[in-house]
């Protein structure tokens, strides 16, 4: 596998764990509050390692939302970096909703930013996307690459259904359809936990995402699990996490 291979399986991961979201968050979802919480997880494709982090932390009538993926071991030695991502959310009128979304890249080489803004009250999604000039429509209920984490934590926290939704991502709306099986016993090097196993695939099929959020954490998600013709490819763990007021 060539290093750029490796990096693109990385961001997979992490856009994967961006892309569990529904369109709309319900009055009850809103109201719930989501606790705080840092969580790290080991990446592996292969013999080869990365690390990601994800924090959620309270942000005036709503939250930032912030995460990061970095190559570790042998293939930082050649390419170092960090992918950074962050997005402030608001809960009005009973649902929760992106302000804005920023990307730092340094893996990149060049290093790439991105960032968009999602304005209310012009109905547009507008910024720049890599040398890309963004001014699209939004989509109701519309959510960016990382925003939708929070409203999914949410959803399942509450009981809402979902099944299909919106992402802007790389500069343009993508649709997607979900499906959630029941708990499962995970191992991860932080414990084992009983986690919801929510799963995402390609339109053909041949590449598949599972993720397992477990209700004990508030539904943070504990394993990633990426698939190419239903054989794995890499595989995020939970590693270490703090929430406040953990149930």
Known sequence: MTNGAYIRSL????????LWAPMVTSVAAAAEVIPAFDASYSVRYGILRGKMTLRLSHHDAGYLYETSLSPRGMVSWIRSGTIVERTVLETTNGTIRPL???STD?????PRNT????????GRVTGQYKTQLIDL???????????GQVAIMLALKTGSNFSQFS???RGRWKDYEF???GEKLVDTPSGSFDALEIRYASSDGAKSWSLYCAPSLNYMPVMIVYRE???????AELTEFRIDNAE
């Open 11 to 18: 961001s997979q991961i992490l856009a994967f764990a961006a």
């Open 100 to 102: 804005d979304y920023v």
């Open 106 to 110: 340094t893996i990149a080489r060049p």
């Open 115 to 122: 960032s968009y803004f999602f304005d209310r009250e012009t």
């Open 137 to 147: 429509p939004m989509r109701p209920g519309g959510h960016n690459r990382i925003s």
């Open 167 to 169: 992402i802007f991502d």
């Open 179 to 181: 499906k959630i099986s």
């Open 229 to 235: 013709n239903g054989k794995t490819k890499s595989r």
